[in-house]
């Protein structure tokens, strides 16, 4: 089972960087798949980005892809967001996910078993 925790999350102003990171202390970190999401208030979770059990596949949505990287280093538990040009439409609470399920897309929140509580991002004008 993923016990997963996010921080790095902060109030930035547009154009800022931020690196968001995710622990997992359940112990078999390695095998999972890691996603991140956002969520606004009144939304539903929004997919941002995924990488692959080993670390070397990512996926991202359209809207982050070209700032954003994903990344996930399994020798320390942790997976991460660099966000780079934020933008205030970048602003939500970020959660990280977890699945053991084998997929090799998972896009929508029900495909993930294990959730952290979400660290919030600020972006302002």
């Known amino acids: 089972q993923a016990n997963l925790v996010e921080s790095g999350g902060a109030s930035v102003q547009a154009g800022d960087s931020l690196r968001l990171s995710c622990v997992d202390s359940g112990g078999a970190f390695s095998r999972y798949m890691i996603g991140w999401f956002r969520q606004t208030p009144g939304n539903e979770r929004e997919f941002v980005a995924h990488v692959m059990w080993g670390g070397s596949v990512t996926h991202y949505a359209d809207s982050v892809k070209g700032r954003f990287t994903i990344s996930k280093d399994n020798t320390k538990n942790t997976a991460y967001l660099q966000m780079t040009n934020l933008q205030p439409s970048d602003t939500g609470v970020y959660y990280c996910?977890?699945?053991?399920?084998?997929?090799?897309?998972?896009?929508?929140?029900?495909?993930?078993?294990?959730w952290g509580q979400g660290t919030k991002v600020t972006v302002s004008e």
């Open positions: 996910a977890a699945t053991g399920s084998g997929r090799t897309l998972a896009m929508s929140p029900y495909d993930y078993e294990y």
